[in-house]
């Protein structure tokens, strides 16, 4: 194994790894490890835009209450305060770096950028460039990072695991390179910031999720874990079973578009006073009862009543990704069903996305920071990634002295399986974890998924502990599969229905304050 030194090392280059990347360059220098599937990760597929309060008829009051509020009681209101009050500043450092957001062309506009509504906001404060901001925001910073001449971006390099020293400091991470040669990376500070854990499950919003590999490595090393229980499931995402996962933006249902059954009723009416633009979680079970009842395999999103001309101002890129699928949504109702899409929990992280291990840092999904609490509101992730990136770099620019304790053997080598075969066991994986923990988990199910991962890991276990030659798909499963396991045990242990997690057995809040639930690797470990 070859070892390199670097100063701070970020793992990780959707929008969080590129704007820590970008700040932290003033005053170190970076070394970014972005392989080529992160262009094809969740940032990129963000469609609806970045929340902010930006509009003189917004403030950062209603911000925060419409957040604490699709949070259902679990945010933490010191995180909320701290992310809203940084909006502002980071959407004008988006614009100074000249991300093309669409301009309000209305004669009277109060902002002149147009601000989208999503589920759960009570105003205006989506910023957005035209329906695919994640794509605009990150190609615009991956411009300035590849030109930044005090950052070195390693697109050749895949992390496998971080490396710890006897002092318990985080000392920076193993990769694979394209040949399956072991380097690593050593550094004086790393940063996760590798996405979530919607990979666990068999459908979901964007074609390559991340599975929660940078949580358990955190978590490997000795980080904490909160709320995982908390899995976000998009309520719109297209039904074709034969074409790529494919978003459609909340911003549809914010401009107007309706949910309806086949024979054209709008059911969301009868669910809640916010009707579509409930907040998420809400919506996804209302439409996952609504195919309970019927059947279908999907319902309806309806936007005719918008016009042509407005869908196609509006949402350009829904509009031709559709029409390439065969269906023209000015003229037809659109195929929807709910798909995994964010990871409301992470690795416990405080407000300049310090983990619980020294040395080590996450943002972005990966990360906890406790604005989201039991449900995620639409739009709030982009703009954490950019809040905590740009408090993570200040943070760093003074950095603490590091450990110079011995490093501990990394044990983990991986034998190489058969591609079919660890194809086969995340198949099986992401069927336990969409059939019992998905939008509603019932005790049995939960029980259940717990055996059934846990014979699962029995199987994989072995393969990784004989050591020699690495792999990078196993040792993808092996994160994957052990944070599936933590999943269900957050899960289990949560006796009320709260947010993202509902449980029938179960239904109502708990009779005690809410409280994040938090779990490390070594409680998987321990025997009951
Ligand atoms: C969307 O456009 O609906 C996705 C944006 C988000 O998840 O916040």
């Known amino acids: 194994m070859t ?9 990780g280059g959707g929008v969080a790894g590129l704007t820590l990347a970008l700040h932290s360059a003033a005053t170190r220098r970076v070394t970014l490890v972005r392989p080529a599937s992160d262009d094809r990760g969740a940032s990129r597929w963000a469609q609806g835009g970045i929340a902010a309060v930006l509009s003189p008829q917004d403030d950062f009051a209603a911000h925060v209450a419409d957040t604490l509020v699709a949070g259902d009681g679990l945010c933490d209101e010191r995180a909320v305060r701290f ?31 147009h601000l989208t509504r999503e589920g759960g906001h009570g105003a205006r404060r989506v910023i957005h460039v035209e329906d695919a901001t994640g794509r605009a925001v990150l190609d615009t910073l991956k411009a300035h990072a590849e030109a930044h001449p005090a950052i070195t971006v390693r697109d050749d390099l895949t992390a496998i695991g971080l490396i710890g020293d006897a002092a318990g400091h985080c000392r920076g991470a193993r990769c694979l390179d394209a040949r399956g040669e072991l380097t690593a990376l050593m550094a004086r500070d790393t940063v996760l910031a590798t996405g979530g854990a919607s990979g666990l499950y068999r459908h979901t919003t964007s074609p390559q999720p991340a599975s929660g590999e ?14 995982l229980e908390f899995q976000q499931f998009h309520p719109t995402c297209l039904y074709d079973p034969e074409g ?57 999103l309806d936007v005719r009543h918008l016009g042509e001309a407005a ?47 020294p040395h080590l840092h996450a943002i972005g999904e990966v990360a906890c920071t406790g ?17 905590f990136a740009r408090s993570c770099a200040a943070r760093l620019a003074s950095p603490a002295a590091p450990s110079s304790a011995r490093l ?25 974890m969409s059939r019992q923990v998905a939008i509603v988990r019932h005790d049995s199910g939960l029980e259940s998924a717990d055996r059934e991962l846990a014979a699962l890991a029995a199987t994989v276990g072995p393969t990784i502990q004989d050591a020699a030659a690495p792999d990078p798909a ?15 045990a957050s899960a289990r242990a949560r006796r009320e229905s709260r947010g993202l997690h509902y449980n029938p057995d179960c239904p109502h809040h708990g009779d005690t304050a809410p409280r994040p639930s938090r779990c490390r690797l070594a409680d998987l470990e321990t025997p009951a």
């Open 214 to 227: 940078g949580m358990l490595m955190a978590a490997e090393l000795g980080a904490e874990l909160m709320n």
């Open 83 to 113: 992310t809203v009050e940084q909006g502002p500043a980071a959407i004008e450092w988006l614009l100074s770096l000249g991300v093309p957001f669409t301009r309000d062309i209305t004669p009277d506009a109060a902002y002149p950028y």
């Open 474 to 488: 196993l040792a993808s499963l092996w994160h994957a599969l052990r944070l599936a396991r933590l999943t269900v």
């Open 311 to 357: 869908i196609r101002h509006h949402f350009p890129t829904i509009h031709a990704h559709c029409l390439s699928r065969g269906l023209d949504i000015a003229h037809q109702p659109i195929p929807v069903v709910p798909a995994a899409h964010y990871s409301c929990g992470g690795v416990a992280t405080d407000l300049d996305g310090a983990t619980s291990v």
């Open 244 to 300: 790529p996962p494919f978003l459609i933006s909340e911003a549809v249902r914010g401009e107007g578009g309706r949910l309806v059954t086949a024979s054209g009723e709008r059911f969301m009416l009868a669910e809640d006073p916010r009707a579509e633009l409930a907040p998420r979680d809400i919506v996804a079970r209302a439409i996952d009862a609504e195919m309970q009842r019927s059947g279908a395999a999907h319902v309806w």
């Open 371 to 387: 604005l989201h609490g039991a449900n995620r509101m639409a739009s709030n992730s982009l703009l954490e990634c950019l809040v």
């Open 3 to 11: 070892h390199r030194d670097h100063d701070v090392l970020i793992i």
């Open 408 to 432: 501990v053997t990394v044990t983990t080598g991986n034998t190489r399986a058969a591609p079919e075969q660890v194809h086969e066991w995340r198949q099986a994986m992401r069927e336990v």
